[in-house]
């Protein structure tokens, strides 16, 4: 991969869900160089410009690869030290049970369950998080309510080129664009908006301001999906090493179907191995920047990846780097729609 040691940074950093400041300064400091303009809004997005040379037919486009990774939030200190808690974002109760957890301020815990995991139907309420205090007043020393927590899991190297982390949702989005983002050399006839993105695990909420203020022409979610070649509880087509996911539709929106048509032709012009993707559950950043405004054509460009929404995810490093191939060949890209 280009450079994977960012990559690996990235799945590293603390994240959780409304939470993203980590993230951001580590991006925005990699950005700077190659930016033109570079700004934080309210929310906390962070929004990067590359302009383009302009011309009667240049766009706007606006990638959003959000920073946010699921966790849990403390809602209750128990008497004998449990902490119980609720999602920040999607969990599985069963991939979380006796995963450990970091709380910002370094603070290890285990998550269990107050019955038979089997039991708990993939409630949360049914969780609680373990940090080794020997009463409330003791756990309170480290944790207060309200404080978030995520998985806390190392980078691994797999076989065959694939990987295993936390928080591949989606810090391989961020890690893409801040790749093709070095790789602009501004001979691009598109001005192109890099946009890391929050809250995206809290409905989409990051690219909806984002994409109020940028008004683009063109907005493409880039981020992952899940896969359907490994036994799991979807159905589809999507598997690992197939290629870069080229969205068609998901529940939250149906791309445009020209946006779609030449991204497919990048790949067949460039060589650059994809895969349609269409799933029937989920959704990305795509969904509100295709409401935005008075609407925005809308893409996606996804990253297959494997037990998603977890402590260890699983993606494959050739489709991470065919993504970053696709952004760039999508961004340099003359668009003549009817």
């Given at each position: 991969m280009?450079?994977?040691?960012?990559?690996?940074e990235l799945t590293e950093l603390w994240g959780v869900a409304g939470y993203e400041k980590e993230v951001r300064h580590y991006l925005e400091k990699l950005a700077a160089p190659y930016a033109d303009e570079m700004l934080t809004d309210a929310i906390g997005n962070l929004i990067v410009l590359k302009k383009g040379t302009g011309g009667p037919q240049s766009k706007k486009i606006m990638y959003a690869a959000h920073?946010?990774?699921?966790?849990?939030?403390?809602?209750?200190?128990?008497?004998d030290g449990r902490l119980r808690v609720c999602n920040m974002g999607w969990n599985w109760t069963a991939a979380a049970y006796?995963?450990?957890v970091q709380f910002?301020?370094?603070?290890?815990?285990?998550?269990s369950c107050v019955s038979d995991i089997e039991k708990a139907e993939n409630k949360t309420g049914k969780l609680f998080i373990d940090i080794g205090?020997?009463?409330k007043e003791d756990a309170k020393k480290y944790v207060n309510l309200g404080d978030p927590c995520c998985y806390s899991c190392e980078y691994q190297e797999l076989?065959?080129?694939?990987?295993?982390?936390?928080?591949?949702?989606?810090?391989i989005g961020c890690y893409q664009l801040l790749e093709a983002l070095k790789e602009n050399d501004g001979t691009y006839p598109n001005d192109i908006y890099y946009v890391f993105c929050v809250q995206e695990e809290l409905g989409c909420r990051g690219s909806k301001t984002?994409?109020?203020?940028?008004?683009p022409d063109i907005g493409v979610a880039v981020d992952i999906t899940p896969a359907h070649d490994y036994p799991c509880d979807l159905e589809g087509s999507n598997a690992l090493d197939a290629g870069i996911g080229i969205k068609i539709c998901d529940p939250s929106v149906v791309c445009d179907e020209d946006v779609v048509e030449v991204m497919f032709a990048c790949c067949e012009e460039g060589g650059i191995p994809y895969q349609r993707e269409v799933i029937d559950q989920g959704g990305t950043d795509a969904s509100?920047?295709?409401?935005?405004?008075?609407?925005?054509?809308?893409?996606?460009?996804?990253v297959v990846t494997r037990y998603a929404h977890g402590p260890s995810s699983v993606a494959s490093k050739k489709d991470i780097e065919a993504g970053i191939d696709l952004i760039n060949a999508f961004s340099r890209r003359t668009f003549q729609f009817a």
């Open positions: 280009r450079e994977e040691a960012i990559l690996k920073m946010d990774e699921i966790g849990f939030m403390v809602k209750t200190i128990e008497d006796h995963s450990r910002k301020n370094g603070t290890i815990g285990v998550v205090a020997t009463s076989a065959n080129d694939r990987i295993c982390a936390k928080a591949l949702d989606n810090r984002a994409a109020a203020r940028i008004a509100s920047m295709n409401l935005s405004g008075f609407g925005v054509r809308a893409g996606g460009i996804v």
